[in-house]
């Protein structure tokens, strides 16, 4: 795992090479999406057949092949371990819990004239929830992705999740169950995202696509998004620890490791001021990592884009975690309210020394789903607001007609739009 500076000549340089993350937009990756999607347009079940037997591995007559029955949801939930059945449904109520907090409501006013100005919100008819399932199976995706969904009242949602040689994961399949997922499909990739944007005979379109999946997933949602609506398009995990040196060096270790083990392209990063903590981090590193079962994929995300790195003073690392723009931000020092003053970019932020980022990943409450690559600059978790819509409200009264068409006629014609000037000035005659 590299160390760095910021005092070093060439920090800014170097930080940037190591942020620097483009690979969901390759060409490459992008012409073979483009393809694919072209193809479930064209040809749609049959497409999404072909597709799901050559990349999964999975042996279907037709797309209805495909489709994972309520029943069988329900028999993975019923026969879950009571322990792992009692866990999955604390996580579904706390994230509900967290969620319900965050339903907008319908408003509007009146002004001085008897217009009733006012917005209405309504959830999306159908949505539809990408859940990963290629190097591991994800229920806690099922929860982030559908519950807040289901708050917002969504009519209906339909779920896609590959099963690579037609191993279906029975925890997945009941967190659909107790979620309350409408469709479940056993598929995947570019194809999947095209089936549920285009719609097929037997997969329905939807209105919006949500949910993390690979960099063919993630070009996938870019090429369909104006056909639907997507949550964003999501990189690779990461994790940022700001401590202050009195963290302990194993449990921060531990939480690098955290990220690190999701895939080779995740990111984590130490900023401390301490340098003979940084010391006893990157020990502890090489200590627990041959007993970690993904040490292998651990190893090589820590190699190819790991930092522990050397700051100034905790005021430079709170500049360099908005520079950053981290998706996961822990804050392991033993004040951190003046420093989470100082924050304005960051995705979901871990405040104290016990506030280990993986609680956020299964069942602390608000969304695991969270932006990454720096976009947590403009953008926000998943959340009930991503599945309701507003539509503004505009009743205008006799009255209002002539104070806001006079207005409306000379700004008009001051653009040299006549028929909507003309549009206004016919009220103000009647």
């Not at 980022?357 to 998943?382: I, Q």
Request: with cysteine.
């Amino acid at each position: 795992m590299r160390r760095l500076s910021s005092a070093d000549a060439d920090f800014d340089a170097v930080l940037d090479r190591l942020l620097a993350f483009e690979s969901a937009q390759d060409p490459r990756v992008d012409e073979t999406v483009a393809a694919i999607l072209a193809d479930v347009k064209a040809r749609g079940d049959a497409a999404l057949v072909e597709y799901t037997r050559r990349f999964d591995f999975v042996e279907a007559n037709d797309a209805a092949d495909l489709e994972i029955g309520r029943a069988e949801c329900e028999r993975a939930l019923a026969g879950l371990p009571a322990a792992q059945r009692s866990a999955l449904e604390a996580a579904a109520q706390r994230v509900r819990d967290y969620h319900e907090r965050q339903r907008a409501q319908s408003w509007s006013y009146e002004d001085a004239h008897g217009n009733e100005l006012g917005q209405r919100v309504t959830a999306l008819d159908r949505v539809g929830v990408y859940v990963p399932g290629g190097k591991a199976a994800y229920p806690s995706s099922v929860i982030m992705n559908v519950m807040p969904a289901k708050v917002a009242g969504v009519g209906e949602i339909v779920m896609a999740v590959p099963t690579p040689q037609g191993e279906r994961n029975p925890l997945v399949l009941a967190a659909a169950a107790l979620c309350g997922v409408d469709r479940l499909f056993a598929m995947g990739g570019a194809q999947a995202v095209g089936a549920m944007a285009y719609g097929t005979a037997t997969v329905p379109a939807v209105d919006k696509i949500v949910g993390p999946g690979n960099a063919y997933v993630a070009a996938a949602k870019r090429r369909v998004f104006g056909i639907v609506g997507i949550d964003m398009v999501a990189g690779p995990s990461e994790i940022l620890v700001v401590s202050d040196g009195a963290s302990n060096p194993d449990w921060i270790a531990m939480d690098l490791f955290s990220q690190a083990e999701h895939d080779e392209l995740a990111q984590a990063i130490l900023l401390s001021p301490d340098k003979a903590f940084l010391d006893a981090v990157e020990a502890s590193i090489e200590r627990q990592l041959p007993e970690m079962p993904r040490q292998a994929v651990i190893r090589e995300s820590l190699a190819a884009r790991g930092a522990l790195i050397e700051v100034r003073d905790l005021e430079q690392a709170c500049e360099l975690v908005n520079r950053i723009a981290p998706e996961h931000l822990e804050l392991s020092v033993e004040d951190p309210e003046p420093l989470l003053a100082k924050i304005r970019h960051a995705g979901a932020i871990f405040v104290g020394r016990y506030a280990s980022e993986a609680l956020g990943d299964y069942c602390a409450g608000p969304n695991h789903v969270l932006p990454t690559s720096g976009t947590a600059r403009f953008s926000s978790p998943l959340g009930v607001y991503d599945f309701q819509k507003r539509s503004s409200l505009i009743r205008i009264s006799r009255e209002g007609a002539i104070k806001l068409g006079a207005i409306a006629v000379e700004l008009a014609r001051g653009e040299g739009l006549t028929a909507h000037a003309r549009s206004a000035e016919y009220r103000l005659a009647e």
